[in-house]
């Protein structure tokens, strides 16, 4: 009995010997796609991805899987428990029409929620659009955006009294806060956005999120830049850090000085380490390679949309059922435990 005890005891640090590593140095990162908007003159697909975030992420050592928008539910969580975090990008989706795109919103907040509710380590990062999105999930309603005049306008942060105790910048250094307080690199393009008097009249808000920084539209109207979650890891920002290096179109405001390049890379930097505390791993190699972003090819449509690449997804000619097959589901750990098992009771 005895003999047995200690071989069940072991075959749980087996299983569990991924959360006694805590550190993942291969993250996987998916990026979430989103409906083409009426907006692009071209149009090679359904779904679409500004390869800007994609770099964004790679920059920083982590790999990107596109998380289709419109594929089924099953497909969409068997990849939320495989990958290490999520990333809302920034773009144009009206919430209104897009209900299908919507639905795929909810369904990550609602796991980003749960598994870190359940002490399961797993970050989401809103850029822009991404903000908006996250706000308005937790405050369940679009109603508490506010039209902004901030687009093409990069200016400096105006940070709370609590910023720097914050995780996202308690270990920024000093010379890139002192860029980012002071110096117009922070590109905004957004016409809607998070008041801080609407933030304060929702407790669903101002209970979970942490204001960071402030900012003024063209009109002089406040906006919120930065927050975080006070208990999870959930960050958002409505800028776009990803401009500076990746975005280069001559009409635009962006700052690519070296201070730009370096607050940039150290966002990219944090969101990307705070991944690496995730242990959610793909349960087979050759489902992992067919899901990376290496897959497809980003198009130049510099001309045509004043964005230089975009990944192009049609869904209509395209497997999405990313379930796993009988095969893959044995992986190598059940196979241990089953032959453990057969030899402690079968002897």
């Not at 779904?47 to 594929?71: F, T």
């Not at 990069?154 to 910023?163: E, G, K, Q, V």
């Amino acid at each position: 009995m005895i003999k047995q005890f200690s071989l069940l005891f072991y075959i749980y640090l087996f299983i569990n010997f991924d959360l006694i590593n805590a550190i993942n140095n291969t993250p996987i990162i998916g990026i979430l796609t989103q409906p083409i908007p009426s907006s692009f003159s071209v149009k090679y697909g359904d779904n679409y991805l500004m390869a800007s975030y994609v770099k964004y992420i790679e920059s920083a050592g982590a790999r990107v899987i596109p998380i289709i928008y419109n594929q089924d539910n099953e497909s969409l969580k068997n990849i939320f428990k495989q990958i290490n975090g999520i990333l809302l990008p920034g773009g144009d989706v009206d919430f209104e029409k897009e209900t299908l795109y919507v639905k795929t919103l909810g369904m990550i907040w609602d796991y980003v929620l749960e598994v870190n509710k359940n002490g399961d380590y797993f970050p989401l990062w809103g850029t822009c659009l991404g903000l908006e999105e996250i706000v308005s999930l937790q405050a369940e309603t679009f109603d508490v955006l506010t039209d902004f005049n901030a687009e093409n306008y990069s200016i400096p942060l105006n940070f709370t009294n609590n910023a720097f105790e914050s995780k996202i910048l308690k270990d920024c250094p000093s010379n890139i806060i002192q860029s980012l307080s002071f110096d117009p690199i922070t590109m905004n393009n957004h016409h809607f956005g998070l008041s801080p008097n609407t933030f304060s009249s929702y407790p669903s808000l101002y209970q979970f999120f942490d204001v960071l920084a402030f900012n003024n539209d063209k009109s002089g109207n406040e906006f919120i830049s930065l927050m975080e979650s006070k208990e999870f890891p959930i960050y958002a920002i409505i800028w776009h850090p990803e401009k500076s290096q990746y975005s280069w179109y001559y009409e635009d405001a962006t700052d690519h000085s070296f201070n730009a390049v370096l607050a940039s890379q150290y966002m990219a930097n944090f969101f990307v380490n705070e991944t690496r505390k995730s242990n959610h791993k793909f349960n087979d190699n050759e489902f992992l390679f067919k899901s990376l972003i290496y897959n497809y090819n980003p198009i130049y449509t510099f001309k045509d949309v004043h964005v230089e690449q975009i990944y192009f997804f049609n869904t209509s000619n395209r497997d999405l059922n990313n379930g796993l097959n009988i095969n893959q589901l044995i992986s190598k750990k059940l196979f241990v435990i089953i032959f453990i098992f057969i030899i402690i009771f079968f002897k």
